[in-house]
């Protein structure tokens, strides 16, 4: 889920106590909304310079483990007092309450009683950047690859293509709510992608037989909006989102079908697989890296595994290309992959040339939404680095008989090339428009009958073959009921009727901790003497909280992190745990590698160590 769709759900005590946070407090005042406040990368490059070294680390490894899939509490808590991560348990918890505090980490609670944190899809990637970045030096420029794996086309020009085929002639679903498979056959004959290439896809069981190339086709036109299911059929109705993505520059059109495809195929319960994608980002474009550089730089053994399926991929989408150097293999970017950097990148020819021989030159650098008009009047005759096509009789006489005027097929093409139409186009065009549409009588309809001329843009000339009538029981069916089931998603992020918010303010104070309050004064405020007994009863008491002891052992102090208390053969008993030292600045323990036993009767003075109160306060913003 986003920050925006987070917001919207919020209960009105939620969104009280997050306005007036630290964070969030001086950026409303200056008449942000909430919701643009908690998603500006600004604010979040700023956090992550101010934070306390506690909340920093406990955000940056949620992020590693869990990416922006919602996981359990208890699943984070065993990781405090353990290295690497090194924190207590007891610090761990209240770290994930200065992140909700702050807006960073959102939780939930469903009435089975369990208790879901995430942090919000679109602030994980920016928090990745900023708490994880991918560390590889390129090799030089102008490195020499002995071989080198020709680029696929970009995956928006097979789209573009894909969703057209269904723009001429529909897409009926069975009544299992599945393409039959001669349609998805057609429909995948449009990709150039092997299944092979594909990320494993999360479908209904009547989709699985489906070539994995129609069904991505499909997944990501819902996600970016060209398709709709209308009924037992499935349309392409570009939605006001799909239009803003045709009309994008073809650099940026690229990168946001990147995002959307990381978000449509990367499996929410493989955060690895979403850590190696996003790592892959920081890679500068058209520079080559060694493949076991990488490797070596993921910050997760999973994110590495998961690497190598993720770049067959974006070979396969004409985003990245493979080689092998004297090094060894490698592969370099040949889109910009980073919205941070997507202004340094720049578009070359972005038009058209439109020959007289009814043939149309598309470089590269042509946006999908003058490929998505060319392929209303023409048909593809061959995509390379540079795609041709033919304005076709059959295709014009179809987009007649959508709707589309001569006026309009001329806007279009005038539009894409950048220049006035040539004269053999322009011919061919008015003897292909030439007849006029018949009125409801099937009789062609009288000179002050015909439509004026209308140089409308896009939005019209994506008009599209009704596939079912719209009545009232054949509207469109909802996002969530694409494939005619609910999304697998919403089940595991909570979505729906069970999902509720939890609105409670953070607590900041030793309430976080069970039974803090009843607890003897002494056991917290300094080390003291105390009999076995109760020695052993705090001890427990730690143990149950994740925290530290400081204690005192053959006349020196200790810092211990308990994490068992175990008999001895005595009939006494030993405590099993890890001692520790604060690193100078941060505060952060630094715990040994392996867990040694202390002896009650080792255990001198001792007390309980939690982390205090003004560790929340021990940072300010600047607002």
Sequence with gaps: MKTRDIVAELPKGALAWLREGPWTAGRLAHGRSLAEALADPSRAAEWAEA?????????????????????????LAPEGGRPPFGWTGAELRLAV?????????????????????????DMCAVWRRLLLPLRVTPLPEGAWMDSCDAAASPLSHELVAAWSAIRRSGLTLTAKGAPRKQDAAKLAAAMRLASEDIPPLTVPPAWEALPASAVLALLL?????????????????????????????????ELRLLEQAADSLLAAGAPGAWLAAESLRDLAPMRWYLAADIAKALPTKEAAGAAEAWIRFLRAAGWMETGSGAEGAALRWIIEPNPGRLMASADGYDRYELMPDLEAIVPPEVPPGARWE????????????????????GACRRAQADGTSLEQARSALERGSGAPLPGAV????????????ANSAGQPARPSETPPPDKSPLRV???????????????EATHG?????????ARIDGAGPARSWDAK???????????????????????????ASTRKEIVERAIGWRAGLRLSKDGAWIDFVPERVVPDEHGGWRVRGRPFVREAGSGKPVLAENPVDLEALEIGTLMISLPEAEHAEIYRPIT
């Design 426 to 437: 322009d011919i061919a065009l008015r003897d292909w428009f030439h007849a006029a549409p």
């Design 221 to 253: 036109g819902r996600s970016i909006g060209m398709l709709k299911r209308r009924g037992q059929a499935i349309a392409a109705e570009p939605d006001k989102a799909a239009e803003a993505w045709l009309a994008l520059p073809a650099a940026e059109a």
């Design 505 to 531: 303010a953070p607590i900041l104070s030793r309430r976080l901790y069970p039974g803090a309050d009843g607890v003897p004064p002494g056991w917290l405020r300094q080390p003291a003497a105390y009999h």
């Design 97 to 121: 309450q200065l992140l909700r505090r702050d807006g960073i980490v959102f939780a939930l609670d469903r009435p089975w009683g369990d208790r879901l944190l995430l942090v919000p899809a």
């Design 481 to 489: 009921d694409f494939f005619g089931c609910a999304d697998a998603a």
């Design 461 to 475: 000339l994506s008009v599209e073959r009704p596939i079912v009538r719209r009545d009232e029981s054949h509207d």
């Design 51 to 75: 934070a306390p070294p506690l909340a920093r680390d406990t955000l940056a490894l949620i992020v590693q483990r869990f990416g922006p899939a919602p996981f359990p509490e208890e699943k």
């Design 374 to 393: 060319l392929e209303l009047l023409a048909r593809r005759l061959s995509e390379d680095v540079v795609a041709v096509y033919r304005i076709d009789a």
